[in-house]
């Protein structure tokens, strides 16, 4: 168009909350034909029969086309443009299958690269789920999982066989925060052409852009951030153009698909992700800074700060930090963590994570842990930082540490 040449600030690619707003929004879902103009979001779109005008219709019906009306699994507008709308956010991505929860989404792209007799190598810091895929289906269908060191990089290409087929990647861990070098396992996984698989649900796309570092197969937790109001169970995933048929082909075998309902509020969700990421990163930095300098810690696992294992990759890959986190108390006095847990006020005691609202849990991975073992003294609570005050989120730590400290005088 007009645009001249070197004008910076027209060049520019679009930032993440400006392509968040436009994400997923075809005319075609959210008018009317010969109407100009439309509503704001593609509406919900409740389908199983697909009528048809004729028999001549019907028969020339075909589903090569994935934006045409065909029979209800195959998935209406709704779908399509929360599908659109993560990949989207992925540069690399030549598509995105939705599913009805992470661990399905885990388990249609894993089936979808792997068949008996292969191996996964797999980070020993992985989400527990997912390990119990490994260690129960994909064993029952003859597939081997072998953990590796969340910390391994480059030296990977150790444990790489001629039956290695899948490197599957999760970074940071969800209860262990260690960062894993992406770029040196990529470049070990790509000279031997092994596929590699992210779960990057505590990243998104926005702070990790997990396929334009060369990983295949980027995989969220929709349930978390891009719903971000704990109350969907959503699972995507996305792949490059050499995985992409694949992926899309066994989610189809598999069944999968997602309800309109939930995909309306996913991409409702959405539009804020950005905003919601940077505040709920913002906090967690400070909760953790903070917490850092508490004489009742004894260790903050927390990507951004320099004592994370991992931090230098953290650094120079990530675009910034997320709302989760963990710390270990100054104690093993288990009775004492639980008084500091059930003393928080502002913070929700639940599992998952990624809502607008402050979680924390008590996690404990020592006996989710196979390469090698989580030998930290010092219990562990995983903190879920939402869009509250950060302050009055540090008033109520501060008051949880008096319980804690009575606690253990007990
Ligand atoms: C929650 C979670 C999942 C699974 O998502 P669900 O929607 O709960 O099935 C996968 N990976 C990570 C890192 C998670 O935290």
């Keep these: 168009m007009s645009s001249k040449q070197g004008d910076g600030a027209r060049d520019k690619p679009l930032g993440d909350g400006t392509r968040l707003v436009q994400a997923g929004r075809r005319t075609e879902w959210t008018g009317m034909p010969g109407q100009p103009g439309g509503i704001v979001n593609p509406p919900v779109w409740r389908a199983s029969t697909i009528l048809y005008e004729d028999v001549a219709h019907l028969r020339g ?56 007799g292969d191996e996964l190598l797999m980070v020993d810091s992985v989400y ?25 990089g480059a030296d990977i290409a150790a444990l790489c066989t001629d039956q ?31 596929v590699t698989l992210i779960d990057n649900t505590w990243a998104t796309p926005l702070l990790l852009p997990a396929l334009g570092l060369g990983v295949d197969v980027s995989i969220l937790a929709c349930t978390k951030y891009l719903c971000g109001h704990s109350d969907v169970m959503m699972g995507s995933v996305s792949a490059n153009a050499a995985l992409w048929p694949a992926i899309q082909k066994r989610g189809h ?93 502002l913070f929700g ?34 903190i879920n930082v939402g869009l509250e005050e950060p302050a009055d989120l540090i008033a109520d730590l501060d008051r949880a540490f008096d319980h804690w400290r009575a606690a253990l005088r007990k």
């Design 253 to 345: 075998m598999l069944g999968q698909m997602s309800s309109p309902d939930d995909a309306w509020l996913v991409l409702r969700g959405m539009r804020t992700l950005a905003v919601r990421l940077k505040h709920q990163g913002e906090s967690a930095l400070a909760l953790a800074r903070w917490l850092e300098e508490r004489p009742e810690v004894a260790r903050v696992l927390h990507p951004a700060l320099p004592s994370c294992p991992g931090h230098a990759a953290w650094a120079r890959d990530f675009s910034g930090s997320a709302g989760l986190f963990a710390f270990a108390l100054g104690s093993t006095d288990d009775a004492a963590r639980a008084a500091f847990i059930d003393a928080l006020a």
């Design 164 to 194: 290695t087929r899948a490197i599957f990647l999760e970074s940071p861990g969800s209860l262990t925060f260690e960062v894993q070098d992406v770029p040196a396992i990529v470049a070990v996984a790509k000279a031997r052409g092994i």
């Design 349 to 382: 005691i639940g599992y998952s994570w990624g809502g607008f609202e402050s979680l924390a849990l008590p996690v404990d991975p020592a006996n989710l842990r196979t390469a090698q073992k989580w030998t930290d003294e010092g219990l562990l609570v995983r």
């Design 61 to 116: 019906a075909t589903t090569a086309d994935p934006h045409r009306l065909y029979y209800g699994r195959r998935g209406a507008p709704t779908g399509w443009a929360l599908a659109e709308a993560i990949t989207q956010m992925e540069a690399e991505a030549a598509g995105t299958m939705l599913y009805p929860s992470g661990v399905a989404a885990i388990a249609g792209a894993l089936l979808a690269v792997l068949k008996p």
């Design 128 to 152: 527990g789920p997912t390990r119990a895929m490994c260690d129960g289906l994909l064993r029952d269908f003859g597939v081997r999982t072998i953990y590796y060191d969340p910390l391994i």
